[in-house]
């Protein structure tokens, strides 16, 4: 199966191009995590014994863990930098560390998650047949049998949509505002017109991502016409619009496709949207 192509820099700006030509081992860790620190004398092990031969790789999820990484293993193998975590969120990552054996072509042969001796065994006896390299000498009985990984980092609540927001292929196709560090972004909807003055939640592309988790039909499925212009309405500016709302995704569903001829507010967000602020007003 063939593994995503990436360019990734080491802290130096040594850029790494895969696939590489060559068989490669890729090292997905990260320096906060207990597993991932135990598997590094064994990448270090592999990068001395092999390196020559494959290109071994650790691929960091944090910039100054990866500084801290590199200099307490005294790494041989490039530490790259994947702090963006845009290669780890394309290559599904739920666990570090993820060891990844590919072939000169980029084709996925072989990967295991967490800490598992048998694996590290098994995975050397290939190296060694791939390389016609000796076995390096390890001390097998001071490790484990196994340990459960981490977290990725790239699957922590809001990063993992914030990434969704930002590949190739992400459902959000809105123009994108950019807001000054020093400007209330409060502030500066009103002035844009995109709000009355009230405090509203602002709809950053992983807030639009989880709201679409609410429904099943495309983001961009033209669904109502909004007067007095009468422009098209798509589920898109509908979840954008719920999150300026304060909605839950679990709100924003159509029991039945909307009316082209209704305007989107007869949606379940907007309408309670509608109800919380009249209460609100009620109770003034």
Known sequence: MPLPSFSLATADGSLHHFPTGRH????????????????????????EAFGESIDIWCIGQDAEGN???AAT???AAPML????????????????????????????????????RSDWQALFQRLITVTLSPAPVIDWSRYPESRPGCGSKSV????????????EGSPIRARRIDVGESDDIFEFMFEQGLTDGLPVVPPTPERVVRMLTGTKRDPQE???IVPPNLAPVTVEKIAINAVMAGCKPSTCQWSSPPSRQSPPSSSTCTASSRRRTSRRRSSS
């Open 24 to 47: 490669a081992l890729l090292c997905f860790v990260k320096e906060d995590c207990p597993t991932c620190v135990l598997s590094m004398p064994l990448i270090q092990a592999a990068a």
């Open 67 to 69: 500084a801290r990484l």
């Open 73 to 75: 293993f005294a790494l």
């Open 81 to 116: 930098d994947d702090s963006s975590l845009h290669v780890s969120y394309r290559y599904d990552l739920d666990t570090v560390p993820t060891i990844i054996l590919a072939d000169a072509i980029g084709d996925e042969l072989d990967r295991f998650i967490g800490f598992g």
């Open 156 to 167: 922590e609540p809001g990063i993992a949509e914030r990434l969704e927001a930002e590949m």
């Open 222 to 224: 033209v669904v109502g």
